[in-house]
C-alpha cells in the first residue's frame, strides 16, 4: 500500500519537503468547509505539486445548504490546477450543520461532475454513512471510489453498508487521526494517515500522469479589486500603489518564500512582486 496524508489550516504551516522526505507520495487537502475557503489551501495546493506529493483537493456536503452553490465555490479553487487525483467530498456529521441527506449528497457530486468532468471520490466511515436511513439502498455511491475513515488496528477497515455488501474494495482509508504530524511536516503534533489500496504500478495508473511543476506563465492578469505591489516579497505591506484589477504584468520569475510570488515587470518598466495566489491573478 502506497502512504498518503490529509490536511487543513488546523495543521497550520505546512513542511511539504519534509512531507516528501519521509515518503508522502499522496495528500487530499481541504478547498473548502460549506461557504468557507480553507486558509492554507493556495499554499499546500502549490507546495505539494511542487515537491512531486499527488494532491486531490477535498470540500463538504452540508445539511439545509444549497449543494449546487457549495459545489461550485468548491470546484472553483482548484479548476485551474485540478491536481492529479480526483476531488473529494467528505460526508460525516459536522457540529453545526448535523449530516446531509443522501439526495443532498448526491446533487453536490453530481454538480461538481458537471462543472469538472471529474467523478469524485467520496469519504466518509461506517458509523455516518450507516445512521442515515435506506443507507443500503444507495448503491449510486458505487459509481463513486470509496476513501474510508476507520482507526483500527485491524489490516482493513470497517466498510459502510454499500460497499460491504457489494464486496466493493475501498480504494483510499485514513486509518488514524493522530500520526506523528512533526514527522511529517506538520504544524500541529496530530496528522491524518492514510493507505491507497493497491500496487506501485496500480498507483501510477490512477494518478492523472506525471507531476510536474506548472509552467511559468508568461503574462498574468489581476482578478481582485487590487493588488499589492512590492519591491521584496518579504516585506509585507505594499511599498508601492496597488494594481488594479484587471491589470496584465509580464513574468519575469517565481519566487517562493512563505508563499509563492510572481516577480513581474508591468507596462510602463515599474518591476516589483505581487501574490501568484489563485485568488489574486490568472495566468493569460
Known sequence: ?????????????????????????????????????????????????RVGIARGAYGWALHNMNQKTLAKLFVNRWINDPGELPPVVDYENTKWHGKATFEELRLFMDEVYRLSGLHPIIYTSKGAWNSVPKHSEQLWALNHHLWVANYTLSSQPSMPSVWK????????????????????????????????????????????????PAPLPEQVIVICNKLSFRSRPEIYSGDRPYIPKGTVCKVLEKVTTDIDWYNVELSGGDKGFISAGFNYVRAL
Open 1 to 49: 500500500m502506497i502512504q498518503g496524508i490529509d490536511c487543513s489550516h488546523h495543521n497550520r504551516r505546512f513542511n511539504w519537503d519534509k512531507a516528501k522526505a519521509e515518503g508522502v507520495r499522496f495528500a487530499f487537502i481541504r478547498a473548502m468547509f460549506g461557504y468557507t475557503r480553507d486558509t492554507e489551501f493556495d499554499r499546500n495546493w502549490s507546495e505539494a505539486k
Open 165 to 212: 455488501t457489494s464486496g466493493t474494495p475501498w480504494t483510499f482509508w485514513q486509518y488514524t487521526s493522530h500520526g506523528d504530524g512533526y514527522k511529517y511536516g506538520s504544524g500541529g503534533k496530530n496528522l491524518d494517515l492514510n493507505w491507497f489500496n493497491g500496487s506501485e504500478e496500480e498507483f501510477a495508473d490512477y494518478v492523472k500522469g506525471d507531476i510536474q
